[in-house]
Structures are given as structure tokens and as C-alpha cells.
């Protein structure tokens, strides 16, 4: 079995680089709650250690020696913290390195068996933007581990049709939705479009800012992912009128 935990070479890090990647650290655990669901250490103190680092490192730099213990402390603390957290992420691994990079940490060994495709993207919300912009929507889901691409297709007027689907290869595929006539029969009577607009956005985050809508539009978001073991199944759709 591989073993795959936290590496620790952070603690070898200069100064200056040490603050930022702690930060690094801060958004990965913070803002994957339903990964890391049970932190150490709190998000507050956690950036508290963070702020102290950077303040009592100001103050030696520009006190002198009499300003070193506290300095001391406070990289100490903030090493620390770094180290109890790392623990903690070692212990929801379980053989998969993606838990730490999601995290921030780097992974002690690369995952040498095969990469499992996504599952089916989770808790997909879509939002107005939160200073009421015209035009703008915000699409967002649940974190997956390994997922390295979240990929969100917006729809204008109505959801996907059925005849957009992921097959088992991993393709997009778009079936004809109209039927093909025969030779010398007549041509089928041409059916309206309800779906005004596609939007795909292939960006790696999962947050999705679309912008220039159309105002009191219905909009819908569906979610996939992709990683090196594949694309996974669509979401369910989720849908806002736009402001």
C-alpha cells in the first residue's frame, strides 16, 4: 500500500514565503468544509497566527534584537499550527494525494494506481451576484477530491435538452434533435427552440462568473468534472431568474 501524507518541508521555507503559504493553507482546509469538516484549529485563529507572524516579523526588522523573542514566538506558533494541521490532513488521505493537494500541502509520493473519474457533481447553486450587478450570475458546487477541472454549462430559457448527454468514453455528445426524413417523404415541420444561449466554462475553479445576460431571464447551471481518470456524469440543474 502507498503511504501519501503531508510534506513537511515547509518548515525550510525562507521567511517571506512563509506567510503566503499559510495562507494557501488557510483557503484549502477553510474553504473545503465538507472535506476537512473538523479542523484543529480554528479558521479565526488560524489566521490570527498568520496576521501575528507578519506584524511581529515587521517589528523586528525594524526594532532590532529587542523584538526577537516575540518574533521567535510567533514563527514558532505559526510552524506549529502548520504541523497540527498537516496531521490532521494526513489522517483523511487514505491513499489518495489529492486530499493534500486540495488542502495545500504537497504530497509526500505521487499516487501510482489508477485515478478513479469524478462522481457526479453535488451541490450546485446559482446566484445572483451579491452587489446586484445587471447581467451578472454566479455559478458555484460542492468540492470533489480529485476533481481537477469543474467545468459549467449555462443555458438561457431552459435547462439542457435530453439530447445532451456524457457518454461512457468521457465524450460530450449533442444527438440531433430533429428527425431525419426519408428520401421523398416531407421535411418535418421545424420545432421552436427554447434554449436561447450557451455559455460552457472550461476554467479549473468551480466559482463561475457569467456576465452580460439578459436581464429576467431564467438561467440554469449544470456541473461536470474532469480529471485524469476521466469526465464524470452531469449534475442536476440548478436555476435563477437574472436581475
Same mark, same amino acid.
Given at each position: ?96 494525494? !489529492? $486530499?493534500? %493537494? ?9 499516487? +501510482? #494506481?489508477?485515478?478513479?473519474? /469524478? ?43 435530453? !439530447? $445532451?448527454? %456524457? ?9 440531433? +434533435? #430533429?428527425?431525419?426524413?426519408? /428520401? ?11 434554449m436561447e444561449r450557451t455559455i460552457i466554462d472550461f476554467n479549473q475553479n468551480r466559482r463561475k462568473e457569467f456576465t452580460a445576460l439578459t436581464p429576467l431571464m431564467t438561467y440554469y447551471a449544470t456541473f461536470f468534472g474532469i480529471n485524469g481518470g476521466g469526465v464524470g456524469s452531469m449534475s442536476d440543474a440548478q436555476s435563477v431568474v437574472c436581475l
Amino acid at each position: 500500500m502507498i503511504v501519501i501524507k503531508c510534506l513537511l518541508s515547509f518548515k525550510k521555507l525562507p521567511i517571506a514565503e512563509r506567510p503566503i503559504f499559510a495562507t494557501g493553507i488557510k483557503d484549502g482546509i477553510y474553504g473545503n468544509p465538507t472535506i476537512f469538516m473538523a479542523p484543529p484549529i480554528t479558521a479565526a485563529i488560524f489566521e490570527g497566527l498568520i496576521n501575528n507572524f507578519t506584524a511581529k516579523r515587521g517589528l523586528y526588522e525594524n526594532g532590532g534584537s529587542a523584538q526577537q523573542p516575540a518574533w521567535n514566538a510567533a514563527n514558532t506558533a505559526l510552524i506549529d499550527a502548520l504541523v497540527e494541521t498537516a496531521t490532521y490532513v494526513n489522517t483523511l488521505v487514505n491513499g489518495d494525494e !489529492n $486530499v493534500v %493537494i486540495l488542502a495545500g500541502y504537497k504530497p509526500s509520493k505521487s499516487h +501510482s #494506481s489508477e485515478v478513479a473519474k /469524478p462522481l457526479k457533481i453535488q451541490g450546485v447553486t446559482l446566484k445572483r451576484d451579491a452587489d446586484e450587478v445587471s447581467g451578472t450570475l454566479i455559478a458555484d458546487c460542492t468540492a470533489q477530491v480529485g476533481v481537477k477541472t469543474y467545468v459549467c454549462i449555462l443555458t438561457e430559457g431552459a435547462p439542457l435538452p435530453s !439530447n $445532451v448527454k %456524457i457518454n461512457t468514453a468521457g465524450q460530450l455528445v449533442v444527438e440531433s +434533435s #430533429s428527425p431525419i426524413p426519408t /428520401p421523398g417523404s416531407p421535411s418535418p415541420i421545424p420545432q421552436p427552440i427554447q434554449m436561447e444561449r450557451t455559455i460552457i466554462d472550461f476554467n479549473q475553479n468551480r466559482r463561475k462568473e457569467f456576465t452580460a445576460l439578459t436581464p429576467l431571464m431564467t438561467y440554469y447551471a449544470t456541473f461536470f468534472g474532469i480529471n485524469g481518470g476521466g469526465v464524470g456524469s452531469m449534475s442536476d440543474a440548478q436555476s435563477v431568474v437574472c436581475l
